[in-house]
Each structure stands twice: as structure tokens, then as C-alpha cells.
């Protein structure tokens, strides 16, 4: 059964913090993506990586960064946390680009103040 | 690049009866089109998905039909039941090629 996990569930962090979410899966996917959620603007990928140290941008990668240093794991940073990056970030795998199921984590639900 | 349109924002039916939803796109190269479910609370989970050298699938209650001529596809649900309410996501892309790119979603309501 695939597993994707995220390191939080919820966070709340301070406008100019720099923020670290965690993303694992354990099924040897090549892919990864970083996707966030806000009500009525479905889900918006802000970076991808289809292999280790490898990655590409989104749609929306402003004030985002992202690192895979590692097959299994995927971080999405936030440089300088703004309340206009409360929202919703769901990791996701997959074994290949397109074209392939995706799986999604849990989820982190991030709150900026 | 892609973009896909979805239509209703929300969707209120009586259960028993049958819910559509209706998505649109852009790019003609787009050859793969997955349905996503996300119940309140979980993460969206893939439901069934159509290929473009197919015009319908069908996998129990659900089904999806494709027209490449218009460029457009849609999530069609029989006999709705109550845990058939969440939002639903549509999706296009090249296969193999370019990222998913979502539709905004459908919030699906089945009432008892």
C-alpha cells in the first residue's frame, strides 16, 4: 500500500519565518509534487521533481523553494513565510510524470500570522 | 499552456438520483484525463481515469465520457449514496509528458 507522508498536519509560523514542509513516500517514485489548496481555486502545483536533485517549476513557484536530496523525500521551503502562503499543502507521488496515479499525502494545513 | 474549466462549482442532488460534471480543456496534445475525489478532511484520491483513444469508461457507479472533437469530458455518477459526497477533480495532461493540471473542483452534496 503506498504512503505518503507530510511532517505536519498543522503549523503556524510568523510572517518571515522560513518554513520547512516534509514530504516521504515509500514506493520508489521517480515523481513528486507540490501542490496547495484554496477553497474554490482547486489544487495549484507549485514545483515538481521527476528525480533526485532534479526539479521544475509550477504554476505558481513564487516565494517557494524546493529540495530532493534524497529519492524518498521532497521539502518544500518557504524562504520568508507571508500571510498570503496560509493555506493548504498537499504532497504527492507518482512513478511517472503524467499519465500515472497520483498519491497524495495527508496534507499540511499552514497558517502564517 | 493546459487549461481546464469545471463546471458546477457545486452540486446538490437527491440521493438516488444521477450527478454529472462537466470539465473542458485546451490544449489538444492533452491525452489523459483522471477523476480525483477528496472526502471532508482526507486527501483527493484517484476514482477512475480515461486515456484519449477511449470515449467511455465505465467502473461500477461511475463512469467518464471523452470528446476530443469539443474537448471535453465529464464524470457522470448513477444511483448516487450519501458517501458519494466530497469534491470531485478533473484533470488533463500529456501523458508522459507535462504535469497535471487541475480542474478548480466540484463540490458534490448527496442528500438523504
Known amino acids: 500500500d503506498v504512503k505518503v507522508t507530510q511532517s505536519s498536519r498543522y503549523l503556524v509560523k510568523r510572517t518571515g519565518e522560513k518554513v520547512f514542509l516534509e514530504c516521504v513516500q515509500d514506493?520508489?517514485?521517480?515523481?513528486m509534487f507540490w501542490y496547495r489548496q484554496d477553497p474554490g481555486l482547486g489544487l495549484r502545483l507549485i514545483y515538481f521533481?521527476?528525480?533526485?536533485?532534479?526539479?521544475e517549476k509550477g504554476d505558481i513557484p513564487e516565494g517557494y523553494s524546493v529540495s530532493r536530496e534524497k529519492k524518498e523525500r521532497f521539502s518544500l521551503i518557504l524562504e520568508s513565510a507571508s500571510t498570503n502562503q496560509t493555506s493548504m499543502y498537499l504532497c504527492?507521488?507518482?512513478?511517472?510524470?503524467?499519465?500515472?496515479?497520483?498519491?497524495f499525502g495527508p496534507g499540511t494545513r499552514l497558517t502564517v500570522t | 499552456g493546459e487549461n481546464v474549466e469545471q463546471h458546477p462549482s457545486t452540486l446538490s442532488v437527491q440521493e438516488g438520483d444521477s450527478a454529472v460534471i462537466k470539465c473542458t480543456y485546451s490544449?489538444?496534445?492533452?491525452?489523459?484525463f483522471p477523476w480525483y475525489k477528496q472526502e471532508l478532511g482526507k486527501r483527493p484520491q484517484l476514482i477512475i481515469d480515461?486515456?484519449?483513444?477511449?470515449g467511455e469508461k465505465k467502473d461500477q457507479r461511475i463512469a467518464v465520457t471523452l470528446n476530443k472533437t469539443a474537448k471535453h469530458f465529464s464524470l457522470h455518477i448513477t444511483e448516487t449514496q450519501p458517501e458519494d459526497s466530497a469534491v470531485y477533480f478533473c484533470?488533463?495532461?500529456?501523458?508522459?509528458?507535462?504535469?497535471?493540471?487541475f480542474g478548480k473542483g466540484t463540490r458534490l452534496s448527496v442528500i438523504a
Open positions: 504527492a507521488s507518482s512513478t511517472g510524470t503524467s499519465g500515472y496515479e497520483q498519491y
Open positions: 514506493m520508489d517514485h521517480e515523481n
Open positions: 521533481s521527476y528525480d533526485v536533485k532534479m526539479k
Open positions: 490544449d489538444s496534445a492533452s491525452n489523459y
Open positions: 480515461i486515456r484519449s483513444n477511449v
Open positions: 484533470a488533463a495532461s500529456i501523458r508522459g509528458n507535462t504535469p497535471l493540471v
